[in-house]
T-cell receptor, first 111, second 111 residues
Framework: NAGVTQTPKFRVLKTGQSMTLLCAQDMNHEYMYWYRQDPGMGLRLIHYSVGEGTTAKGEVPDGYNVSRLKKQNFLLGLESAAPSQTSVYFC??????????FGSGTRLTVV | GQQLNQSPQSMFIQEGEDVSMNCTSS?????WLWYKQDPGEGPVLLIALYKAGELTSNGRLTAQFGITRKDSFLNISASIPSDVGIYFCAGQGQAGTALIFGKGTTLSVSS
């Protein structure tokens, strides 16, 4: 089915470890986003991309890096994981600046 | 930065009741959207509003873009158990900016 695919779906990291979350979309969307969702905080934008090879910071970018080497993929990296990064991470894509399609999320726990 | 105030934070209702929730902002938004998130899934777009004063329906759901462009509401009529979930409002301010999300309204429906 067409849409946004996130891998992995679950992950447990130790403090200080690194990892990369992968987001892939097959809808040829220009825009892609990474959000984190925490209880009572809603969805907060980490980084986003307005096209292949571009990235920009969102509301809460510290501790994360991103890359958009291919139009269909948007990678979110944690170089040195901290317990404060325990969250559910959502990727989204859109053909314009609204009408996002979300993935089903990655549940990350940092111990 | 721009913020959305979404209320109520949670609602507990009986099946068949009508529901109303709203979002307000101190800033003007050019687009308002309403999303629903089922447990363990990503948000799914319900209704998109693009003009001040616009009133749009999607089945039992009705949403309006406030004439001041600083608020929006969502009504759900004759609620059913599958309406359970978290409802998010989202707004886009300046052109070229990513969506900003409210903190969500958690809806519980008892049969």
């Amino acid at each position: 089915n067409a849409g946004v695919t996130q891998t992995p779906k679950f992950r447990v990291l130790k403090t200080g470890q690194s990892m990369t979350l992968l987001c892939a979309q097959d809808m040829n969307h220009e825009y892609m986003y990474w959000y984190r969702q925490d209880p009572g905080m809603g969805l907060r934008l980490i980084h986003y991309s307005v096209g292949e090879g571009t990235t920009a910071k969102g509301e809460v970018p510290d501790g994360y890096n991103v890359s958009r080497l291919k139009k269909q993929n948007f990678l979110l990296g944690l170089e040195s994981a901290a317990p404060s990064q325990t969250s559910v991470y959502f990727c989204a894509s859109s053909p314009n600046l609204s009408g996002y399609t979300f993935g089903s999320g990655t549940r990350l726990t940092v111990v | 930065g721009q913020q959305l105030n979404q209320s109520p934070q949670s609602m507990f209702i009986q099946e068949g009741e009508d529901v109303s929730m709203n979002c307000t902002s101190s800033s003007i938004f050019n687009t308002w959207l309403w999303y629903k998130q089922d447990p363990g899934e990503g948000p799914v777009l319900l209704i998109a509003l693009y003009k001040a004063g616009e009133l749009t329906s999607n089945g039992r759901l009705t949403a309006q873009f406030g004439i001041t462009r600083k608020d929006s509401f969502l009504n759900i009529s004759a609620s059913i158990p599958s309406d359970v979930g978290i409802y998010f409002c989202a707004g886009q301010g300046q052109a070229g900016t990513a969506l900003i999300f409210g903190k969500g309204t958690t809806l519980s429906v008892s049969s």
